[in-house]
């Protein structure tokens, strides 16, 4: 039953913030400014800190150490992300901020094709 509550105030919680910024925070801007994207980006890590934080208490140190860890993985591979579509950007010589996100979208499909071309043609590839 203590696990059961567990999952659903932590699902209602994931819910109210993604609503929050899908809906609440959510407003038009040409361009993200640095100051403002910093201040997401440590909004965000901080939130998963607290929560690698009540793992730490709830179910010890190793579990914490396991979230943390996929947490860095995770994010090194959302890094990594950027550095292909800026590529991909370059190579089809897009100016960014004349992309709509129809476009943006469109980007990533065919990153994610070039990615699965890439492996059919070398399995190593894709590690």
């Not at 994207?37 to 934080?53: E, K, M, N, Y």
């Not at 947490?71 to 991909?88: A, M």
Request: charged share 15%.
């Amino acid at each position: 039953m203590n696990q059961l509550f567990f999952w659903i105030v932590f699902n209602l919680f994931v819910l109210a913030v993604l609503a929050l910024d899908l809906w609440v925070l959510h407003r038009p801007s040409p361009i993200m400014k640095f100051r403002e994207a910093l201040g997401w980006s440590v909004t965000w890590i901080a939130l998963a800190a607290g929560f690698a934080v009540l793992v730490y208490f709830w179910h010890g140190r190793v579990a914490s150490l396991e979230f943390v860890t996929s947490y860095v993985i995770e994010l090194s591979l959302s890094v990594d992300n950027l550095f292909v579509f800026l590529l991909i950007f370059y190579r089809f010589s897009l100016i960014i901020s004349q992309l709509k996100d129809d476009n943006i979208a469109l980007a990533q499909r065919v990153a994610i094709l070039e990615y699965h071309l890439r492996t059919l043609r070398d399995p190593a590839a894709g590690c």
